[in-house]
Nanobody
């Protein structure tokens, strides 16, 4: 199974970007998913999470009101709409998902490779 992020890039402060995380490969179930980010010299931090059915969302205080997480279970894809971007949002953004690969297997966490978001002032 693979998680592939896309949609990163270089934007000016105040602009918007939408990140996508697509899951490929055979899965039995996909549970909670989330976006995390890691800026140079800093630890990876949570940005937003969404439950399996999409009914419960959680955001870091630093992005509340600006970012929106969503998912399309039919497409096995998660999104992060980022509005009002700030230079401090510059980081590599990673997606994470709780995935079960087989009926008898355990649910495990999987990570994507990350996509760079750079916000210029």
């Amino acid at each position: 199974v693979q998680l592939v992020e896309s949609g990163g890039g270089l934007v000016q402060a105040g602009n918007s970007l939408t990140l996508s995380c697509a899951i490929s490969g055979i899965t039995v179930s996909i549970g909670a998913m989330g976006w995390y980010r890691q800026a140079p010299g800093k630890q990876r931090e949570l940005v937003a999470t969404i439950t399996g059915g999409g009914g419960r969302l959680n955001y870091a205080d630093s992005v509340k009101g600006r970012f929106t997480i969503s998912r399309d279970n039919g497409k096995r894809t998660m999104y992060l709409q980022m509005n009002g971007l700030k230079p401090e949002d510059t980081a590599v953004y990673f997606c994470n998902a709780e995935i079960r690969l087989s009926l008898l297997g355990a649910t495990r966490n999987y990570w994507g490779q990350g996509t760079q978001v750079t916000v210029s002032s």
